[in-house]
């Protein structure tokens, strides 16, 4: 057959729509005769995806933009009546498949295909019959690689097809086992199909096995070894399926009750392991099969998932309930238990010890030596259980488990410190000499219990000194009046000298001195450590910072030009490249949204990525960025113009920040205006120049206005002189940007004259009485608005809260936005950035203290981690006032889960005796606000109860009354009363030496800060 009859018959096939004859045609080509309909398909397929539509032709037939063969296939396909417009798409589509190279297939949107992923995707029959009659070199490579994209083509169907007939490698992997899963929640063509006659039906999974017999032979036991969703599938049952099989012989079931426990012994996600036990529960094992699979239960003791535990205990209670359970091996293995966090499963595996004991009486050693350990476990209600069935124990305890359990003194908590003393007491075989657990505080006439030692600690675990008040106050008074006052010292001293309890006085923003020497930001030196710092950024990014040094290098050093600057950027262009690859999800792909993937492409000279187009001009995501990027980008296109002055030269970027956070030293800022803008009579670029402004530090403004030249040679002059102080007039100075450089400037000045009412409105986040965020005023170019905060304050639907994991897509994004303002650290941690946790001096106020609650009852657990040393180390610098803790956690306790959020208040009152402290009385503010207590209050009443009897310290007076009135045996009940008894042995005013202690450490700081005049007292300071 000669090519113009191949193709025309091609042509006519695609018209009309019969791909199975299509396939037929195309099945017996090789590769020589493929290739040479390349061009031919694409021209069909073009013409196809771009002018055919739901309406028919979408394009005047005389356009002068089609050639004559296209217009000929446009007018033979309107003449068509197709079941569906998509007809001729579909097999064009397939056509394409067929004959085109893997570059087609990788990007067709290059080609102008923009439905051919799609479409393939939608016929995985017709796909896999193309590439085993195709056989193509490359299948192999594109398949592997498809597999990481986010919404690849080939599917399950597909790729088991290609391993059956050989042409790709079998694959083990987690991966291949969640696409095995997929392929019984996708909807396949029923043999209709062919016709065009379009119902679609979904296999379910044992027919997929059916269709599949091979997967019986060796890889379906690979769904106990990967972390996968085949166990975690809840739209079609792979565990019904399997035990369908099961029953009717065609799998082993003693085979699949062992590999489901062997499953649930690997660390795999809990999805698949909770999967895995569910299975083995379907699976329904009889007595005799779990009592023949006794050991693989009790090793399942030391797995880390709580519910594969929880599994292996549900298997022991049946065990004992058939008087089957070997107590000796239970009890081997029931250490391990209580190295599970969570507290249900220990309570299981003591309630079995407790049945044990009843039936078997020769047990009661081992059972002791077992029970001792439960006593280390982090939840005092296990504690108590374990203490309670060491009493009960009939005889006298091991020696080996009293030993043990007198090394466990300082693991107990406070409220049952008495309990274990107690049963050591009892004992006599050995001699133990009581003493004080670790941590216990000293006495303000506190009555040390029978036994106990009588040696006071002088020292919290912190290294301060409780008595040593008039050290403290000393040391106060060596540092200058004003930081005295600014950072809450002086404040705080007379609260605690008053003999009222301290409340923590806060700090406003525009007091912090940000000149910190340690936390200074280095500009880029030279072109060789521009190259570098790029080279180690575009691949994943550590440090947003790093981000704005690379912006400032380029506009520094783009023109420079050493004689091996091609040889040192050539593995840099390549990586640029394929990081840049769109649609694959990484970094420079995702920067390519706000242009920064086209400004290293210009410094370097290669060809330029296309833009975005799910970006469009409007978007608020990320516009400031894109705005200051794009300024630099331009303007190292026109450097290279020949109509740009000669005598110009490269500048430094205003914005850069001199200090981590985003600040910025007036000075520097001055000094850089000065010594290359206004030297060189250059205009400032106003995305920058507004950037700038909104990270001026508070301290040292005075000082730059009065080295500012006259701005009369570069533009916004006026405006920056207004941002330091200056009364002048917001003059306009045109030109584009100028809206958002006037924004900047007002909300800089505002910012150390809060009081004075700004002179154009400024954008604020508020929270509204049901506790979602709004906004008030304009936010029509406002840089300061972080767009994931207006998505959420301007969403149809109200946003209780959001918070942005480290490990988020675009998180760098949202972390640099997070930059912006960084005096505005509500609508930063409105918007969930976390970052803000972190910050070492800025006090939290409502909003911060919102997001931390918000992470801290987070699922992920790298938010609570995050909130966990965000809150440490505010404690430490007193940056976090109890009160405002407490009534935040109260008014977002609906939105949580309160024993997450409950496990970090109780990991983080185990620090100190001040961090205790802080958190006991953050819980009492919570339970006061509290009109009606929830039903797990008893999470925060533990913490009180550990904490307060820790401190001795007992709940006020108010608090007291408010939990007297708790009634019942509930365990919230319980609780109320233990913490009703609880009485003072502590002074209030000792414990105020802990905070004391550090807000003397923040004077000293901020004393040690560079230079502390500038608002704060400087005569200079404007009115």
Known sequence: MNDAR????????????????????????????????????????????????????????????????????????????????????????????????????????DQGLSWLRDDLSGMPERLLRILVARKPKWLAKWVEKEWRNERPVPNSFVERGLIREGL????????????????????????????????????????????????????????FEFDSSVMRNAYESWSEALVSLSDEGKIDRRELLKRSLQGMGLPLSPGTLTGMGKFHQLLGPTVEERESFLQEYLSLFSASQSTVVGQALAACEVLLKAKRLDANAFFAALPDVFRIEKKAQPMKALGIT??????????????????????????????????????????????EAQSRLASLREHVAASLKNDLESLLRQDTQVNIEPVEPAGDPPSSGRKPNSGESQTKSKSDSSGVALADLKALKERAEKLPKLIQKTSGLLAAFEQHESGKCLTWPPVTPHEVPRRDRDRQVNPVENVAELIELVSSTIESIEDVMDLERILDGISRFHRERPADFDSRTSSLKKRIVKQSERHSGRFLDQANSIGLTRLLNTWLEMPETPADQNVHWYSMRGWFLRERISGLTNDIVQSRQAYRRADSVPMPLLSLPTHLGGWIDPMVLVQRINDHYAKHRELLDSYDFAQALLRLMPEGRSQALGQLDKPSHYNGGHLLRYALGDDCELKSFGGWGEDAVKAAA???????????????????AFYRNDQSIAIEGAITDDPTVPFSLAEVALSVEPFFHRVKAPTDKQSWLDTWESLT???????????????????????????????????????????RILATDGLLDAIARSLVS?????????????????????????????????????????????????????????????????????????????????????SGSSKTAKLAKQLVKLTEATSRQDLDSLVLATFVQRGERWHATASFMDGHGDSSKPK
Not at 10 to 28: A, F, I, N, S, Y
Request: hydrophobic share 40%; with cysteine.
């Open 168 to 223: 790709i490698p079998a694959s083990r992997d987690s991966g291949y086992y969640d696409r095995l899963a997929n392929d019984s929640m996708e909807s396949y063509p029923a043999d209709a199909w062919k016709t065009d006659v379009f119902k679609r039906k979904r296999r379910s999974v044992k027919e997929v096995i059916d269709a599949d017999p091979e997967l019986l032979k060796e890889e379906i036991w690979g769904i």
């Open 6 to 109: 191949l193709i025309d018959q091609l042509r006519d096939l695609v018209v009309q729509g019969d791909r199975e004859k299509l396939c037929t045609l195309l099945d017996p080509l090789d590769e020589k005769q493929r290739s040479e309909l390349k061009e031919e398909a694409l021209e069909i397929g073009v013409a196809i995806d771009r002018y055919w539509g739901p309406g028919g032709l979408e394009i005047d037939i005389s356009n002068d933009a089609l050639v004559e063969s296209q217009r000929d296939l446009l007018k033979a396909l309107d003449k068509q009546n197709y079941v569906d417009w998509r007809v001729p798409r579909w097999t064009v589509n397939l056509l394409v498949v067929a004959v085109c190279d893997l570059k087609t297939l990788d990007k067709p949107w």
């Open 354 to 399: 407790k049945k044990l004991l009843k039936q078997e009486s020769s047990i009661q050693a081992a059972a002791a030596i077992a029970i001792v350990e439960g006593v280390q476990h982090d939840n005092a209600d296990v504690q108590s259980a374990c203490l309670k069935l060491l009493d009960a124990i009939e005889g006298p305890i091991p020696v």
């Open 821 to 863: 303002n960084p005096f505005d650290t509500s609508a930063s941690c409105m918007a969930g950035h976390l970052g803000h946790l972190l910050d070492p001096e800025s006090t939290w106020n409502d909003a911060t203290c919102r997001l931390f609650v918000m992470a801290a009852g987070d699922e992920r657990g790298e938010n």
């Open 746 to 764: 007002v909300r800089a000045r505002h910012v150390i004259l809060p009081n004075v009412a700004p002179v154009l409105p400024i954008a604020k």
């Open 882 to 966: 109890p009160e405002i803790l407490g009534t935040v956690i109260a008014n977002t306790l609906p939105f949580i889960k309160l024993n997450r959020l409950s496990k970090v208040l109780s990991s983080v009152a185990g620090e100190s005796k001040l961090h205790r402290f802080v958190i006991s009385q953050s819980i009492e503010f919570t339970i006061l606000h509290l009109e009606e207590l929830p039903i797990d209050i008893q999470l925060l009443l533990s913490v009180l109860l550990e904490s307060s009897s820790d401190l001795g310290i007992a709940p006020g007076q108010t608090l007291a009354e408010k939990l007297s009135a708790i």
